[in-house]
């Protein structure tokens, strides 16, 4: 397709927060300035593109925040953009500031909500993957998801301190909706007993027989990671499970939960996102139009956003061998 000629572009998060989306802002307003653009933030997701709040920045709007968890810019929820009307207001809205095209920074929901109103208003939209899940296809890692690992990892490794001084087996919690990509980095990091992720359903007795052996080794402490959204079970219900076979243990459950997701971003968190908030710009400048931006073995790739959000991110094996054998 042809490069339209783009004047202005808003930004916008959407979905769930994480560490970096302030730091992806930054990146592609400095890239807007950079080649003469007017660059608009669009407050609250969808809803507010929808409630035309709807704001121009200039460089004070991103003073200080690369270092920030969240968002200034905040995110939410919209059901009304998911209906034909709602998308109709966020177009006028849109068209009412001269705005030519988006960058939509946020999971699989805000990317394909990019595509779907490209589809049927020609928006030119490049969506960044800011999601700590790390479950979008057409990039290594997404934005945030280095940081979330290395919360989970601090956290455990306090749990770590108290599960050996008293013996006792702890089952924690991480997130990562329907993806294990989380609990496998934190639970190499941590020396975890077991992984347990949606992408594998592991047997009650082979956890029992694995916990069984390490108490014959004399362990000092056990902790099992359970991602959440598992087959097996949320972390209590396992540790439910797992206490019918091991009575004798002493057994407590943490859930991390949203503690993951704020925090100020790694070193690697902020570079992700700050080539990737240039590359969204220089994109949509070169005519790049509904794909999501990459970075794949370190070079900035462009994806189909369908593709993107439809193809599965499949867990690394090689990971999983190796976790095995580390917590034998």
Known sequence: ME???????????????????????????RAGFYYGLEMYGIYRGYEGMI?????????KNITHVLERGGTFLKSARSEEFRTPEGRKKAYDNLMSHGIDALVVIGGDGSLTGAHLFYQEYGIPAIGLPGTIDNDLSGTDLTIGFDTACNT??????????????????FFVEVMGRDAGFIAINAGIGSAA???????????????????????????????VIVAEGGKSGSAQEIADKVK???????????ILGHLQRGGAPTSFDRLLA????????????????????????????????????VDDKEVDDEDLRVANILST
């Open 244 to 254: 019918k076979h091991l009575p004798y243990y002493d057994i407590k459950v943490t």
């Open 3 to 29: 490069p339209k000629n783009i004047k202005k572009i808003g930004v916008l998060t959407s979905g769930g927060d994480s560490p970096g989306m302030n730091a992806a802002i930054r990146a592609a307003v």
């Open 193 to 223: 007993a077991a992984i347990l992720i949606p992408e594998r359903k592991t047997p009650i007795e082979t956890l029992v027989e694995k916990l069984k052996t390490r108490t014959k080794a004399k362990k000092s402490s056990n902790i």
């Open 51 to 59: 409630q035309n709040d709807i704001k121009k920045l200039d460089s």
């Open 152 to 169: 989970a990892i601090e956290a455990i490794d306090k749990i770590r301190d108290t599960a050996t001084s008293h013996d006792r087996l």
């Open 274 to 309: 700050s080539k990737l908030g240039v590359a969204a710009v220089e994109g949509l400048m070169q005519g790049k139009y509904d794909v999501m931006a990459g970075m794949i073995n370190n070079k900035i790739v462009y994806t189909p956003i369908v593709k993107a959000i």
